[in-house]
């Protein structure tokens, strides 16, 4: 069984960070927390979400997986406003999610989790830096990187102690440089590696212009990126497979 | 003859109530009002808007019909700003309407009332229920219905005295309820009819979010929303006939 | 060489005034001013910018001519905030425009100058009249001239000293008439001719509502439009070949 009470917003901005990467996904109830782990069909980039019960007002699960259309379902919670509160409610005859705020009953077919593609494993990885940075600067850096190419490269300067987000056009470039001045935090290491542009916009759409943001990074190896939602209750994390550099 | 002068967001309220089911119309100058009435080409929605010359700073007219197109007329007087006054004058000869405003003259070309569509009578109907809501709450269950369906039905619960706006997908449904207590009055009755959402949502679009809208609804008949304009000079009545439920 | 500090948004006033009208441009970066002259490619519109040296922070250049992409200049400049300082240098080697603000650097590979069509004589017109306005009454009689027709006519009234834009559709007119009490100055003159309106809404894309714009009118001849940037230090006229009048 499921149920549980919780702000529209907090489910919003988790479920946000999902949706910019899948259509579909399945939603773990456990005991002690929600959680999503989902990869993109390309296979390049993954998301792992964990919400935990203290983000809500209520909440009782006992383990089980559900299956979801992520836009219907950010359609229904959409309906609330910010501060709303929604309540959940899974009809395990029905295969039904009951949702309830405010004057509004919706029900919410659930999709066969079996359906849906296999939940990726997140490999642990030992990156060599590690950024922490606002989450308009990482905007920052990757519109401007978009201005000129479709490929990004994340990098620290290890001498300079600065980090940089570099994009190489055709004709033209940009170089993004961030200073410990600019930073919230760094740890510098080696670490250089060459991105999809398209993955890490999908990314940024979802993270919030005020969160701090920490970038794991190392040398042609996957990045990690990942922000607190809910007050530090929910944790959210990306991984983004490297491109090969050719030069 | 025909002169007026009128506010021109009294004037665009009042053509906006007709545009989203027209786009033409006759527009009747009597002595004591201007009125319209149209129905849609497939003669299920109807509008009748009648603008007490009280609505009008002067008002000067016998009894006369003209035609217009209404996205024209609506761009000349959209030139005007919210509270400006709007300075109209039929030119009987040139079967032209002048339209003056703050240094803006401009001359709208009228088309033969003869061309358009009869103007349809609005039958007298003895309906059961009716509802008086804030527009804001129409809205919220037409966007909610607007998920699942393109249908939606209006229903009052006699028994709990609540109004219900429901929609049924082919997997998921909405129902969203207003008790008496969200509502500025009910008079309960069986009521329950099932209507296009197409409809309601283009005159939902015209019906200001702050009106105090009033739904007369009944058993599988049309339902009448009407509401005010004009600090109450003006009235607009929909009617939009029922859907046959399937059920 | 070429090496100037510039408010971000005094050099987006200047590029906007020219890119309506173009893609590409030569930007001369002469001793005591940048410049640039640009005719559209059917020869009908032209703009001539100047900005002086004041306009900058600082600006050393020795007369040079380079060649840019009008819009992915824009972009770079772009990622700057309004009041943001953008340091500008010409490498003269790679013959690459180094754009820097706040932690991002740009290279934007340049044009040949050849390449670009020629720059046009503007010719020096001695014009009857002269109109002193605001942007946003241009505008204004702009927008009420596009809702009848894709030609406007600039009108001076010499009797009642009154400027009108005009425009005459198949079947609906507008005149907008601006007395002397609603401009800013007035030199009344035999002046009436007849301009393209797409033209004139490109060049009122760029003139900004808050500018005092000035308009030099004569019979059936070229327009110029005329209006001050950076407080003075930049000055941009555009002119504009007349329509011949069919009456």
Redesign the interface.
């Known amino acids: 069984m499921f149920k549980a009470i919780v702000g529209a917003s907090t489910l919003q901005d988790a479920l946000d960070s999902v949706s910019v990467l899948v259509d579909e996904c399945k939603i773990r109830l456990n005991e002690g927390e929600l959680a999503i782990r989902a990869v993109d069909p390309a296979n390049v980039g993954m998301v792992d979400l964990a919400l935990d019960t203290a983000a809500f007002e209520s909440y009782t699960a006992d383990d089980g997986v559900i299956g979801v259309n992520l836009s ?1 379902l950010e ?2 919670i959409g ?1 609330a406003s910010g501060d709303q509160l929604v309540e959940l409610e899974l009809d395990e005859e029905t295969r039904k999610l009951n949702i309830q705020m405010d ?7 659930l999709i066969d989790p079996d359906s849906i593609r296999q939940e990726p494993d997140i490999p642990d990885l030992d990156l060599a830096a590690e950024i922490m940075l606002e989450g308009a600067q990482l905007d ?1 850096g990757i ?2 990187a978009d ?2 190419s479709d490929h990004v490269r994340l990098r620290v300067a290890s001498d300079t102690e600065a980090y940089h987000i570099e994009a190489e056009g055709d ?9 410990t001045d ?1 930073l919230i935090a760094l740890t510098a290491g080696e670490a250089d590696s060459l991105f999809s542009l398209d993955y890490l916009k999908d990314m940024n759409k979802a993270i919030p212009k005020d969160a701090e943001v920490t970038i794991e990074l190392g040398q042609e190896f996957p990045v990690k990126v990942h922000y607190g939602i809910a007050e530090g209750y929910g944790e959210i994390t990306y991984m983004l497979a490297p491109r090969i550099q050719s030069d």
Do not use: E, I, W
């Open positions: 219907k359609d229904f309906m004057g509004l009953s919706s029900t919410l077919a920052r519109k401007a201005m000129v004709t033209d470039d940009v170089d993004f440089r961030l200073d600019d």
